[in-house]
């Protein structure tokens, strides 16, 4: 099972705090365990204040009042950006992951460099902090019914308004939200 390029939906009733509500964009499942972004939770702060502090400046006023995510409880002063492909090269990033069918994660500076020099991917997700899982973890926390997975689509992650993106997962599935429940049947 590979669920890389998939939204993990938190089932209503998740016991971690960190996780009710949230949207989880996948980037890598692999048997060593896997590693994610949430996509819903934006923090007290402004991608020009990010810039701010490591000492970039940010000209485009589209991103400079984009919100920052809160990507996870791992590593939460450690920032990594969402976006798109840049064409059909390999990235020019130092610290790109790739994910198959899906979107590109850096993790280097230098994509906020050229972000600062006008240039960089035109539709991001900036996050600090990321979701991670160890070997076998995920899969036990699916079979407890604890999240629901589905294929992830960009419009969700970049043009969706942040409110709107848990019931826009969910209805990829093909049922309204509010049919969700705490508790799981067994037949």
């Known amino acids: 099972m590979n669920l890389s390029n998939q939204f993990l939906i ?16 996948l980037c890598e499942h692999t048997e060593n ?9 934006p923090i007290d702060i402004k991608l020009k204040n990010l810039f701010a502090k490591v000492e970039l400046s940010l000209d485009s006023l589209a991103l400079a009042d984009q919100p920052v995510y809160f990507g996870g409880p791992v590593q939460t002063e450690r920032g990594f950006v969402l976006h798109e492909r840049m064409g059909d090269a390999r990235s020019p990033y130092s610290s790109t992951l790739s994910i198959p069918g899906g ?6 500076k230098d ?3 050229a972000l600062s020099a006008g240039g960089g991917p035109k539709r991001l997700l900036v996050t600090l902090g990321y979701s991670g899982w160890a070997a076998g973890q995920l899969e036990e926390e699916l079979g407890r019914n604890g999240w629901l997975t589905v294929d992830a689509r960009p419009d969700i992650i970049f ?7 848990y019931d826009r997962a969910v209805s990829l599935l093909g049922f309204d939200p509010r049919m969700l429940s705490q508790e799981a049947g067994h037949a």
């Open 33 to 41: 365990g896997a590693l994610g972004l949430v996509i819903n939770k």
């Open 159 to 165: 043009d969706t308004p942040i409110e709107q993106r």
């Open 10 to 25: 938190a089932m209503p009733g998740m016991g971690d705090d960190n996780f009710t509500g949230a949207v989880i964009y």
């Open 111 to 113: 994509v906020l460099e």
């Open 103 to 108: 979107l590109e994660m850096t993790t280097s």
